[in-house]
């Protein structure tokens, strides 16, 4: 089907003018479409739901719009006019009012376009790295009274790093690419390194740090930066809203933006983190995170940066071994090329904890 005939399903009102590949998410399939309403040129942000990855379309867009409408009356309380630029607003479709549509196998999705603001891939300045950091807070915090059920945990277990590892392990053994061998290096490290995936989860046994609602996806390039006033002004990509720990938020955090790198960077000597970025993110987090966060969430910020980082670059090595079948890749390595980064970017972390740690002693002091 055109995108046009997608286009006309949904509450969308003009004339279709043009739409277009948009971003650079690995996930889903995103397009800028646009409308001529009286002669005024309107945007949207039409997408194909990842559906091999998002089964259950019906409580994907259940826990998103449970989330936008709860932001959105949080942001009206606050006073604040310019709620559709604040966070997502999802448009109907004309038949049932549905959040979605379904055509032939594929799940169709969209919303209001946040006009004048950009998802960095890698912010350009400490600004936009604070201001990233206090939108992801104020998010978390906005959806600590969501009232009702818990939201719908739709990837189980999607930060489990125990059940990310037997996978690793599983596409290791299979190595039905024969891909381990271009890979010795980075599979040795992240063998070593596998003893930081029961930190966490001990930690919730043991009642010291609280499951939240959280994003799960805090890449940088998910909240969009305003273009005139650098404000963290939309958070974005809320698929994987669901119950989930603080610490991995800012963790992601840690991983995409303090390095000032791409993430499939091909020179490795180039990729670290930053303190001063560091900095900016830790500051622009606490800034709304010291009201909410309890002293092992704080203590424990630095080493959530380091543990996402594995993860994520465990999970680039696992699909890179299983023939690159779960993020887009757009040439022959692309997943081995991210790993790498993710790696460089744990023995960055690692080699500079303590000057991290005391950024963060100084926040709370
Ligand atoms: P993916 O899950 O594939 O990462 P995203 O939901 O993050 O998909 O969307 C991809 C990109 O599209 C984002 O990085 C951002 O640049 C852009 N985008 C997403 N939603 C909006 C929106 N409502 N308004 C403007 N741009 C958007
Ligand atoms: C995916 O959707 P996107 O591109 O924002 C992935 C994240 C990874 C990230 C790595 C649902 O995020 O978990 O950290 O790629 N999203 C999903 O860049 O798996
Ligand atoms: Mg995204």
């Given at each position: 089907m055109q995108l046009e005939q997608i286009v006309k399903q949904f509450q969308i009102y003009g004339d279709f003018v043009e739409g277009h590949p948009y971003g650079s998410g690995h996930i889903n399939d995103t397009y800028k479409v646009s409308v001529n309403l009286s002669g005024t040129k309107v945007n949207y942000l039409l997408q194909r739901i990842n559906n091999a990855i998002f089964p259950n379309v019906e409580k994907l867009m259940e826990n998103i719009t449970r989330v936008t409408e709860h932001c959105a009356e949080k942001f009206c309380q606050m006073g604040y006019s310019d709620i559709s630029r604040r966070c997502l607003t999802v448009v109907k479709t004309?038949?049932?009012?549905?959040f979605y549509f379904d055509h032939e196998g594929g799940y169709w999705r969209v919303y209001l376009f946040v006009e004048d603001a950009t998802g960095f891939d890698v912010p350009e300045t400490n600004e936009q790295i604070y201001q990233a950091g206090a939108a992801f807070a104020r998010f978390q915090s906005m959806l600590v009274?969501?009232?009702?059920?818990?939201?719908?945990?739709?990837?189980?277990?999607?930060?489990d790093g125990k059940k990310r590892l037997a996978a690793f392990e599983n596409a290791l053994e299979a190595d039905r690419f024969n891909r381990a061998a271009n890979a010795s290096a980075e599979i040795k490290y992240q063998l070593d390194n596998a003893w930081m995936f029961d930190v966490l989860p001990d930690l919730v046994k043991k009642g010291a740090v609280p499951i939240r609602v959280t994003h799960?996806?805090?890449?940088?390039?998910n909240v969009l930066i305003d273009d005139?006033?650098?404000?963290?002004v939309c958070v974005i990509?809320?698929?994987?809203?669901?119950?989930?720990?603080s610490l991995y938020d800012f963790g992601d955090l840690v991983r995409t933006s303090t390095?000032?790198?791409?993430?499939?960077?091909?020179?490795?000597?180039?990729?670290g983190l930053r303190l001063d970025r560091f900095e900016s993110l830790l500051n622009g987090f606490m800034s709304v995170g010291r009201d909410y966060l309890n002293k092992t969430e704080i203590e424990y910020l630095v080493f959530a940066g380091k543990l996402i980082t594995m993860t994520i670059g465990m999970r680039f090595l696992t699909d890179y071994l299983s023939g690159d079948t779960y993020f887009k890749v757009h040439r022959e390595g692309h997943n081995l090329d991210r790993c790498r980064t993710q790696y460089k970017l744990v023995q960055s972390i690692t080699d500079q904890q303590d000057e991290l740690e005391s950024l963060v002693a100084d926040t709370v002091r």
């Open positions: 004309h038949s049932g009012g549905s009274d969501i009232p009702g059920e818990p939201l719908y945990e739709i990837i189980p277990g999607f930060h799960n996806d805090t890449k940088i390039n005139k006033t650098a404000e963290g990509d809320l698929d994987t809203v669901m119950p989930g720990l390095s000032p790198t791409q993430e499939d960077e091909k020179n490795i000597d180039i990729v």
